[in-house]
C-alpha cells in the first residue's frame, strides 16, 4: 500500500509538472494546472461522493470539466504577456481556494473525505504517465512544437512567420489545464480526501521547482526530478529530519548553479539518444 | 468437612494465583522484542515549531515507560513519520503507518488528521490525533480520537464564561489568521456563540501572520467602537494587535479575549518585554499548573528545553505525553502481543479499549474518559492574565459540570 501510494503520488507530481511544462515551451508562466487539479479533484469527489455517479465518471467528468475551465478562462488570458499571465493565474489559485473553502457543499474549510476508492489505481496512473509522455514527445516533434519553440525564442518574429499566438496560447492553456485536471483526479481518489489547502502556493513552488530543476526544455526532465524530489525526504533518516530542508533547498541551488538550464537539457537527450542507438546497432 | 474445607482452600489458591499465572501467560505471549509504535507529526515545515514540542512530549512519556519496564515487559519504540505539514506528505505517513502498525500515535495538526484519519480507518487502525481539532475525525469513527472536548463545546465555554465576566460587552469585533482553515471554522463558532448570547459580531478581521504594522487592521476593528475584542492569531501577533488596539485608545483590557493557540512562553515572553501589556486581558489556557509528582517532573524537563527556560506550565503538546500512557495502557490491558497473524483482532481491542476509557489516569491532566463522538473529557480553562501569568479563573470541567 505504501509503495503504491508513492508511485500514485509521483505520477501525479509528474503529470503537474508536465502541465507546468507545456506552457513554458511557449514561453508562457501558466500557473492554471494548479487549480484545474483542484477543480478536477473536487468535481470528482462531489459526483462520486455526493452523487453517486460511477467511479469512471467522476474520474473522466473531472478531467475534462477542468479542462473546459481552463479552456474558459484561456479566452480571456491569452492576450496577456508571461509576466502577467504568472500574476493573474497565481491570483486565480488564491480565487479558487477561497472559493473551495467558502463553499459548504464541497465540504468548506473542512474538506472532503470519503471519495471512493479506484482499482488498479497504479495502472490508471501509468497509463495516463505514458499517454501525456506519447502526446508531448508528438506535439515537440510536431509543427506546433516549432511554432512553441519560436514563440518561446522571440514572440515578434514568430508573428512574422504567422504563428496564431492567441490561437497557440487558447490551445496550451486547455491542454495544461487537462493534464492538470488528470493529476488532480489521480490525486482525489488516492488520497480518499480533498482540502482547500492542497492544491495551493506550496504545490505550484513544488512543481516549479521540479520543472526547472529538472530542466524545462525536454519532458525527461520533470520526470526524472519529480521521483527524486519527492524521495529524498521520504527516505531520509529521521535523526537528522530538521536538517531535511537545508539538504533539499541546496540541492535546488547546486543544481541552478551549476546547471542552469536544468539537470536533463534538449543536449542531454540528443546524446542518450545517440549513445541507445550505438548499443541498439552493436547489439543486431 | 473435610473435603469441604480442602475444596474451598483450593479455590481460594486458584482465585489468588490465577492473575499471576495470566500476567506471566500474557507477558510470555508478546511475540515482538520491542513495541514500534508510528508516531505522526511535523518535524519540518511551517509547523515545525509546535511539532518539535509536541515531539519533546511524546519522547518524555517514552523514556518514562521504558525506565520503568517498557510495555508488558518490552521497550517501547517509535517510528518517526515526518509530515511536514503537508497533506500529500501526511497521507503518505499515513500508508506506511498503516502496514504493520498495532496503534499510531498522531497526526498533530488538523489538516494531517483531515487528510489522513480516513486510511486509517480503511486500513483498520487506531489513530490518536491528540491535538486535532474534533471536526477532522468525524469521518473516521471510532478509529480515531482527539483527546480535546469538540470545538464546538469549547469554544462555547469560552466564550460564555468570558462574557459573564463582561457583561457589558454587546459588540465584538474577531481578528483572525486567514490562512488556518480550522481557525476560520473556529471564528464561525465563536460567533456562533456569541450572538446567541445576543453579543454582536461587528466585524471578522483577516491579520496576516507576521504581519509588520497592524495599524490598519486595528484602525479598522476599532472603528465600529466595539465593546469587546476577540482574536485567533499567533503569538507574536497577538501581542502587536493588543498593543496596538492599547495604544489607539481601546481601554477595557478585560474585553479582550484572546484564543487558546497563542498561549505559549513566546506569548508571555513578548508580552513581558512590551510592559506586561497582557495584564488584565482573558485567554484560553490548555495546559494548567497541576501538583502532581508526573506533572511536576515533566514541567522540570520541558523548562530545560531552550527558550521555554520560563515556561510556567506545559502547553497542549502534552496531549501526546497522555496519548503515549494510553498506548501503554491499551497494549496491555487488552493482552496484545504484537503477533503478525493476529494484528487485525489485536488492532480492533485496542480501538475498542480507548473509544471506552473511563476515568483513565492521564497523570497530568486528572482523570479523563472517552466520550460517544470520539473526543476526551480534558479539561481546558478561561484564564485571565496577571503579572504576565495566566491564572485560571474557570474550567470547562466546572462549566460543563462533567
Known sequence: MYVENLLITVCVFIILAWACYLPLLGGQLFNGPVYCAGISGYFAAYVTKVLGWPVALGFFGGVIFSGFVAFGLAFFLAPLTMFQMAVVTIALIFIFQ?????????????????????????????????????????????????????????????????????????????????????AGAIYAFNLGTMHPDIFGFGQLLYCFTIVFVGGRFTPWGPMLLAPVLWLIPEFFPSSIAQFRNIFFGAVVILCLLTMPKGLVTKRTVARVEIFLRSVFQRAH | MKKGRILVLLSAALMVLTPIADRKAASSQVVVDQWEVPFINTWTGVGAGYGVLCDFFQKAAMEEINASGGIAGKPLVMQDLDT???????????????EKGLVIIGPMTSLDTQVSAPIAAKEGVMCLAAAAGFETIKDSRPWAVVLMIPNQKRTEFTMNAWVERNPGIKTVVMLGLPKIAQWAKLGE?????????????????????????????????????????????????????????????????????????????????????????????????????????????????????????????????????????????????????????????????????????????????????????????????????????AVVVMSSSEYFKE
Open chain 1, 98 to 182: 477561497t472559493t473551495f473553502r467558502n463553499l459548504d457543499f464541497l465540504g468548506g474549510v473542512t474538506g472532503m473525505s470519503g471519495i471512493p476508492s479506484v482499482d488498479h489505481l497504479v495502472v490508471v496512473s501509468f497509463t495516463a504517465i505514458f499517454i501525456c509522455l506519447v502526446l508531448l514527445h508528438r506535439l515537440y516533434k510536431s509543427r506546433w512544437g516549432r511554432a512553441l519553440e519560436a514563440v518561446e525564442a522571440d514572440r515578434i518574429m514568430a508573428s512574422a512567420m504567422g504563428v496564431d499566438q492567441y490561437r497557440m496560447s487558447i490551445a496550451l492553456q486547455s491542454a495544461a489545464g487537462t493534464m492538470g485536471g488528470l
Open chain 2, 84 to 98: 511536514a505539514m503537508d497533506a500529500t506528505r501526511a497521507a503518505s505517513c499515513m500508508k506506511k503507518a498503516v
Open chain 2, 189 to 389: 463558532l465563536q460567533k456562533e456563540a456569541l450572538e446567541k448570547r445576543g453579543v454582536k459580531v461587528l466585524d471578522n478581521i483577516d491579520v496576516e501572520a507576521g504581519a509588520v504594522d497592524v495599524s490598519s487592521v486595528v484602525i479598522r476593528a476599532l472603528k465600529g467602537k466595539p465593546d469587546g475584542i476577540v482574536t485567533r492569531l499567533m503569538p507574536a501577533d497577538t501581542v502587536r494587535v493588543i498593543s496596538a488596539l492599547l495604544k489607539r485608545g481601546f481601554k477595557n483590557k478585560g474585553a479582550i479575549f484572546t484564543h487558546s493557540s497563542a498561549d505559549s512562553p513566546e506569548l508571555y515572553t513578548m508580552a513581558g518585554e512590551s510592559g506586561n501589556i497582557l495584564d488584565g486581558t482573558y485567554i484560553g489556557v490548555w495546559g494548567t499548573t497541576n501538583e502532581t509528582p508526573a506533572y511536576k517532573n515533566l514541567l522540570t524537563k520541558f523548562q530545560g528545553l531552550k527558550g521555554q527556560e520560563k515556561a510556567d506550565k506545559t502547553m497542549w503538546g502534552d496531549l501526546f505525553y497522555v496519548a503515549t500512557y494510553m498506548v501503554k495502557e491499551a497494549i496491555e490491558k487488552t493482552g496484545a502481543t504484537g503477533d503478525p497473524a493476529k494484528l487485525k483482532e489485536e488492532r480492533i481491542r485496542i480501538r475498542d479499549y480507548i473509544n471506552s476509557m473511563k476515568n483513565f489516569d492521564s497523570r497530568i491532566k486528572g482523570p479523563i474518559s472517552a466520550l460517544p463522538d470520539g473526543s476526551f473529557t480534558v479539561p481546558d480553562y478561561l484564564g485571565r492574565i496577571e503579572n504576565n501569568r
